[in-house]
């Protein structure tokens, strides 16, 4: 059995037990949430597709923890005097444990 959820901007397929990490989630640790934005449903024999959204499964989770990802330097480089120049970048992810997927 598994689902396919958006969580903000992005689309997962989890399954029971699973654990992503999202972008930043506004709720505590320890929190349990519903997603309820699925698009997708399958049991295994059946395959449920919402258009956009199914309205009769949710997917309960549990907020691990706030993290940060690693950091990503982008470097540009041309090939004068004072041209060099380096940003980094780390965002911000939500862990979430997928706990029960109900229809």
Do not use: C, W
């Amino acid at each position: 059995m598994f689902a396919v959820v958006q969580v903000g901007n992005s689309q997962f397929k989890v399954s029971e037990g699973d654990i992503i990490q999202a972008n930043r989630l506004d709720f505590e640790k320890g929190k349990s949430i519903v997603l309820d934005k699925v698009l997708l449903y399958s049991d295994g024999q059946n395959v449920k597709l919402g258009q956009p959204y199914l309205k009769d499964v949710e997917v309960k989770a549990e907020v691990l923890e706030q993290t940060r990802a690693p950091k990503v330097v982008a470097f540009k480089y041309r090939k004068r005097k004072d041209s060099a120049r380096t940003h980094g970048h780390r965002q911000d992810l939500t862990t979430v444990k997928i706990a029960k997927i109900t229809v």
